[in-house]
Every structure is written in structure tokens, then in C-alpha cells.
């Protein structure tokens, strides 16, 4: 469905990473982990990971990573910033995605992401927040350096508040004092998980890391392939 928004703001956070805030002029039901396509042009529609909540109501927000080198998601953000300069809608396309939060499932759920990935993961975990669920959440949040883990912060803050949260924030590159794991995301969960059998799975990332998350962890953990959801999933 075609949806006009009013851009409300357009923030850096880190790492060229931009949190933008729309306010659809019309009702938009999406669920949990869905993305909505940015309208560049008629044949230029661009996804990105919706990082808000269903449960917030009247606005959408998106996490999108822009370095200089990243000419697709840095054309999105200014426009969004033009818009917003000149009071004019921008148009998006939404619901999208098949990867949506399964909260009626009892699992206990892992929810791993790359990157700005964690936009996907962020409105799920808001979710079950919202939902009160109370089985056990898993996040793991890989980048290459602390700056990518732009919300490291907030997920340490959430994960002290709600017993239920456990995060773990993974690093390719570590500064002194680091207190999380060095490395690879999918290295790091398959070092903390002797089985995977009973889980839901949620990955978000680049295409190659979601297919190595489903090969790896259901070849080696016992991953039930019906339990694990990415987008990824349907282009791979």
C-alpha cells in the first residue's frame, strides 16, 4: 500500500547511521519485524527494516546505516532530510516482509542482527515489551567496531530492567576495557548455544550472513529451519 508521511525528524546517531522518524498521514497496520519500501521512483523502491513498534502508534522509524561509499541508503537520507527542510511528504510502500515476530509462540526466541540489522531486531524486542511475553530473549548485536552499535546503551539498559533480556554486544574490533565478546556474531552464538533445537531464530544482516546463520545452525545446532526467520530467507 502506498502511504504518504511527514518527515518529522532526521538524526545522526553514529557511525553514518541516521534515525529518521516518519508520521504516516494515513493508518498503516504492519506487524513486528516487517520493512517498508522507500518510493525514489517508479521503478526505485528501497527497503529498510521498520525500528519501531506496532504498539507505537502514529509513527515509524528507521535506522539507516549512510556512509559516503553507500550511495543507495545515502540517496534516501537526503532525501528524507529535503523533505523534512521543505515540509513536503515523502511516499513509502508498506507492509512488506514474511519475517515478522511469531508472538504467539511460546519459544524462547534468539534474535540476531548485523549492523543496522538491529532495526529489525529493536522493533521486535519493543514488541515483546509492549506484549509483556515473558519467555526468554536472546539479542546478539554484531559490528565491526564499537561505533556501529550505535544503541549498545539502550540494550544494556533494557536487558538490566527486564530479566528476561539477555543481550550480548559482539565486536570485530575491540577498544581497551570492552566488556563484550571480540569477533563474529554467528562464532559468538554458536560458542554460547550447545543446542538450537528449541528456539525461534530472527536474523537480520547482509544476505550472506543470514544464509550462514540457517546453514550453520541448523547443520550444527539442531536449528529447526520452520523455527528460523529472515527476509533474507526468501531471496537466498
Known amino acids: 500500500m502506498s502511504i504518504q508521511c511527514e518527515v518529522k525528524s532526521v538524526e545522526p546517531l553514529a557511525c553514518n547511521t541516521y534515525r529518521i522518524l516518519l508520521t504516516p498521514l494515513q493508518a498503516l497496520d504492519f506487524k513486528a519485524g516487517q520493512y517498508l519500501l522507500a518510493v525514489m521512483g517508479e521503478q526505485d523502491k528501497r527497503p529498510f527494516s521498520i525500528a519501531s513498534s506496532p ?32 515540509h513536503q511528504p515523502v511516499t513509502i510502500e508498506a507492509a512488506h ?23 529489525y531486531i529493536r522493533s521486535m524486542v519493543d514488541n515483546c515489551i509492549s506484549r509483556g511475553l515473558t519467555q526468554p530473549i536472546f539479542v546478539y548485536w554484531g559490528g565491526r567496531d564499537v561505533c556501529q552499535l550505535y544503541a549498545n546503551d539502550e540494550m544494556q539498559a533494557l536487558a538490566k530492567q527486564y530479566a528476561n533480556i539477555s543481550y550480548v554486544p559482539v565486536v570485530e574490533t575491540a577498544p581497551e576495557g570492552w566488556q563484550g565478546k571480540i569477533g563474529n556474531v554467528l562464532d559468538a552464538v554458536a560458542d554460547d548455544f550447545v543446542s538450537l533445537s528449541a528456539y525461534d531464530i530472527y536474523v537480520c544482516g547482509r544476505f550472506e550472513m543470514a544464509g550462514a546463520a540457517r546453514e550453520r545452525f541448523c547443520t550444527e545446532k539442531g536449528a529447526l529451519r520452520e523455527h528460523m526467520f529472515a527476509d533474507a530467507f526468501a531471496f537466498i
Open 55 to 86: 504498539c507505537r502508534q502514529g509513527e515509524l522509524e528507521l535506522h539507516i546505516g549512510a556512509a559516503e561509499h553507500n550511495a543507495y541508503a545515502l540517496e534516501v537520507v537526503e532525501t528524507m532530510k529535503n523533505a523534512l527542510t521543505a
Open 97 to 119: 516482509g514474511e519475517a515478522w515476530l511469531r508472538h504467539e509462540s511460546q519459544r524462547p526466541l534468539l534474535m540476531i542482527a548485523g549492523g543496522t540489522g538491529f532495526s
